[in-house]
């Protein structure tokens, strides 16, 4: 059997978990020496298999957390205005995304939803449904970390119209779902088929919420 890169990544984020884990349970320390070098081996493979990894991400990837190993969460504020959908384009790479960012600790979901639209496009709204839960492993996503990431998208309603760009952003806008797709999007952030979920949910009066 063939391993694609995805596959091989997950495999060193799995080694990774039982590595940590393991070394925040383990009470002997023989088990803790075990573990050290299992995480030794997986730091090795990152070296090898990914590309401009440098000793700092490495670092901040392997031992900027410590107990229970578990996914990061990233949310994203689909809000629309007369069928058109916000975007916001980031300064970093010039692509255009849907707004949001990692979930904050004192935030709910809902909440950095709302404090991610206000920071990158200067307006407030009010999340009304949850379109998806979706692992970005699993759906392809390119990965820009080494992190697990579970994907959450909100609908929400915008109760401001005074758009304006913030500090990580440069413009700001609403596009139809045809002007949308050919903008030069931010895949690891919003992938096509992310922004056809959010218009089907726009348009539907009642929505199951998608989830792998």
């Known amino acids: 059997m063939v391993l694609i890169m995805d596959d091989v990544e997950q495999l060193i984020e799995q080694l990774q978990a ?33 590309n401009n990894v440098t000793t700092e991400q490495l670092g901040i990837f392997f031992d900027a957390d410590t107990g229970y190993v578990t996914p990061k969460v990233d949310i ?55 379109i998806a839960i979706k692992d970005m492993q699993q759906n392809h996503y390119p990965k820009k970390n080494l992190n697990y990431v579970y994907k959450i998208f909100f609908e929400c309603t915008p109760f401001e119209n005074d758009l304006h760009s913030g500090v990580e952003t440069s413009d700001v806008a609403y596009f139809t779902l045809e002007e949308a797709l050919k903008l030069n999007l ?9 922004f056809k979920m959010a218009f089907e949910c726009h348009h539907s009066q009642i929505w199951q919420t998608y989830f792998d």
């Open 186 to 194: 931010s895949l690891a952030r919003n992938m096509r088929e992310d």
């Open 76 to 130: 994203r504020a689909a809000s629309f205005k007369d069928d058109k959908i916000l975007l916001v384009r980031e300064k970093s790479s010039g692509e255009w995304s849907i707004p949001g960012g990692w979930g904050d600790i004192g935030y709910s979901a809902g909440e950095i939803a709302v404090k991610e639209t206000y920071e990158e496009a200067g307006i407030r709204v009010q999340p009304r449904r949850l």
């Open 18 to 50: 039982i590595a940590q884990t393991g070394k925040h349970y383990s009470k002997d320390v023989f088990d803790r020496e075990r573990y050290d070098q299992l995480e030794t081996v997986a730091k090795k493979l990152t070296t090898e298999l990914a």
